[in-house]
């Protein structure tokens, strides 16, 4: 029989925590019992879970077979051995593994081992982790979302904690993390040693490669390696899923068809379209999201998570038009941000979606004005261009999307996003829009959970959005470092009772900053 589920999880988390991931097996980066037997580089990781499959990865320091075992409790009794899959040098020594048929609503334990592939008795140690399917029932689900991992330099301090906000997350236990995107910052060179602003200096662990910009595909690969070697980025892999998006910094700042390198000294590569191929390998390689045979580099899909939840994650960043060009008065190829092939998705899957809530997660915010040019404040880099009118270029594709939500009825939409460094909720009223055809709607900000803290930034009209809440730096203070307390996440517990959604805004120290309870619209 399997043990009881709450208290099977608990006991999973406070052992893991506890031992620093020793116990459960869950390596170290280097570390091995025998050097003559594969080593589990960088822990396990676990995404894109639903009512029957997930998502497992890892990655060996060694051409290997990858072994999983499966089992639906912690002692792994009667545990379902997988074929093996090929760890190969062509991916890293990275693989992952769909894992189907799970049971639904299930706390699922898996352990992974590998086998070297030129030596049939030197297997390594088993590193195990955990995650939860959904359910198909209404039960209370909770999940948290952040970005902006590892930016502006700061990297994992030891002496200073590491990479805190993830163990303050973990210790929420949440059902599954959504990683709004920059997951990593390759155009962030990471330093030993970093001035701080009250003149104190961060020192960072530093890997080779991550000294300068990635350009070459095994760079790219090491700042996600980099990531990894935190001990709280680990622990919290090894206990929850992660859902992932990406945005620029996992290529180069603000990068789209108009960027342009030749200025830049950093950057012996100058095709920002190389760049983009490269980065995006390394993303699908170490990152534990679904493969899509139609299109093996695809980021945007839905998750649905039970009859309370669906999860439409979204893109941004890879079918964008060149940068600056968002005045323009007609819906063009260039004037898009999504593409018309993903809109046309997402329109498709919110019509069919059965579930109370529909969170839309992207990777950049509606109305909060990003620029392409800071210093010239000009130029949009995300959505709205600034001159809170009616919508031009990029606010034409959102205002299409709009309009068929409250044309088709759909109800129960929030949207939820990082990317600017602080953490606010804004409320978008049709009622004090420029633009007015769409029913209102949320948009929770978060981020950085390990970056420089930015903001706050100005807030475009063309869709009538109102500030309920914000916190940021104080004005005049930039890429503050995480030792100074801005970094935040997002907690969303849907109650399966009441079907209420709580979002909560908290931060790194576990304080919950703001909170908002939404009554669900009933059909009918």
């Known amino acids: ?107 699922v334990f898996y352990r992974v081992s590998f086998q070297d592939a030129a030596d049939v008795n030197a297997v390594s140690e088993p590193v195990a982790g955990h995650f939860r399917t959904a359910p198909t029932s209404k039960r209370s689900v909770k999940f948290a979302w952040s970005g902006d991992t590892a930016g502006q330099g700061w990297g994992i301090d030891t002496d200073r904690g590491g990479m805190k906000t993830y163990a303050t997350m973990m210790g929420h236990e949440p059902d599954f993390f959504l990683h709004s995107g920059d997951t990593i910052y390759a155009d962030g060179p990471i330093a030993a040693e970093k001035e701080m602003p009250n003149g104190e200096t961060w020192k960072s662990l530093v890997a080779e490669g991550v000294e300068k910009v990635a350009e070459s595909l095994d760079e790219f690969r090491g700042r996600w390696k980099y990531n990894l070697t935190d001990e709280h980025v680990r622990a919290f892999n090894a206990t929850a899923p992660t859902f992932f998006q990406w945005d620029d910094h996992e290529v180069v700042n603000n990068w789209s068809a108009s960027k342009d390198l030749t200025a830049d000294d950093r950057y012996t590569e100058k095709s920002v379209s190389l760049l983009a191929a490269r980065a995006g390998r390394a993303f699908h390689e170490m990152c534990p999201i679904r493969y899509t045979p139609a299109e093996p580099g695809r980021v945007y899909r839905k998750i649905s998570y039970g009859p309370l939840l669906d999860v439409f994650c979204i893109d941004l960043r890879s079918y964008r038009g060149p940068n600056g060009a968002s005045m323009e008065q007609e819906l063009t190829d260039d004037a898009r941000v999504l593409g018309a092939t993903q809109v046309a998705w997402l329109k498709r899957e919110m019509a069919a979606s059965s579930a109370t809530w529909k969170v839309i997660a992207s990777d950049m915010p509606i109305g909060l004005i990003v620029w392409n040019d800071w210093k010239n404040k000009a130029g949009a880099e995300a959505v709205s261009n600034g001159d809170h009118g009616a919508p031009k270029g990029r606010e034409l594709e959102f205002a299409d999307i709009f309009r068929f ?111 908002v309870t939404l009554d669900p619209v009933r059909a009918g």
């Open 1 to 107: 029989m399997p043990m009881k589920l709450t208290a099977t999880r608990r006991r999973f988390l406070t052992t893991t925590a506890a031992a620093g991931l020793g116990a459960m097996g869950v390596a170290l980066p280097g570390y091995s019992r025998a050097n003559n037997r594969p080593t589990v580089t960088h822990g396990l990781q676990s995404g894109d879970v639903d009512t029957n499959s997930g998502v497992v990865w890892a990655r060996a320091d060694r051409a290997s077979r990858m072994f999983v075992e499966v089992s639906t409790t912690e002692s792994f009794e009667n545990a379902v051995k997988l074929p093996p899959i090929y760890a190969a040098p062509e991916s890293d020594f990275a693989a992952k593994l769909r894992l189907t048929d799970l049971p639904s609503d299930q706390h």
């Open 405 to 515: 939500i409250k044309s088709a009825d759909i109800d129960n939409v929030v949207w939820l996003t990082a990317d600017v460094h602080y953490t606010a909720a804004h409320y978008y009223d049709p009622n004090k829009a420029q633009f007015q055809d769409f029913k209102p709607f949320w948009e929770f900000v978060s981020g950085p959970m390990h970056a420089g803290s930015f903001g706050p930034n100005d807030l475009d009209q063309t869709f009538g959005p109102e500030v309920k809440y914000v916190k940021a730096p104080e004005e005049g203070q930039v890429n503050l470092p995480p030792s100074d307390g801005l970094q935040f996440f997002g907690l969303v517990d849907i109650d399966g009772g009441t079907e209420q959604m709580t979002v909560r805004l908290m931060d790194m120290a576990d304080a919950e900053l703001y909170k």
